[in-house]
């Protein structure tokens, strides 16, 4: 069983910055995907940000944002560590909401833009409150 395990989340002010880890833990897993989804109060879970590393060209991942947090979140992977994380910068009020840390399997997918929807993934973590105050 894979246990993905989100921190870093809390309060900030809009303009601010907060910094997402997710650590994976149990049995060893060759994930092709991670992501990072949020739910507000009221609406459905979207897609964040995803990295993924399934071409070996792609040495740091390869990343893909929503247009809502392009230019301000960036998604990393830490091998050392096997963390994912999402640096959140110039944080905005609609930023608020709960995140998700997801991991998929070894599985490819045919199309890439797959990896936007939730269903895509097969773990996910608990979530971690983040509020940015206006």
């Known amino acids: 069983q894979v246990q993905l395990v989100e921190s870093g989340g809390g309060w900030v002010q809009a303009g601010g910055s907060l910094r997402l880890s997710c650590a994976a833990s149990g049995r060893t897993f060759s994930s092709y995907a991670m992501g990072w989804f949020r739910q507000a109060p009221g609406k459905e879970r979207e897609f964040v940000a995803r990295i993924q590393w399934s071409d070996v060209r792609w040495s740091n991942g390869r990343t893909y944002y929503a247009d809502s947090v392009k230019g301000r979140f960036t998604i990393s992977r830490d091998n050392a560590e096997n963390t994912v994380n999402l640096q959140m910068n110039s944080l905005k009020p609609e930023d608020t909401a709960v995140y998700y840390c997801?991991?998929?399997?070894?599985?490819?997918?045919?199309?890439?833009?797959?990896?936007?929807?939730?269903?895509?993934?097969?773990?996910w973590g608990q979530g971690t409150q983040v509020t940015v105050s206006s």
């Open positions: 997801a991991a998929r399997g070894s599985r490819p997918v045919t199309y890439y833009s797959t990896l936007d929807s939730s269903t895509a993934y097969d773990y």
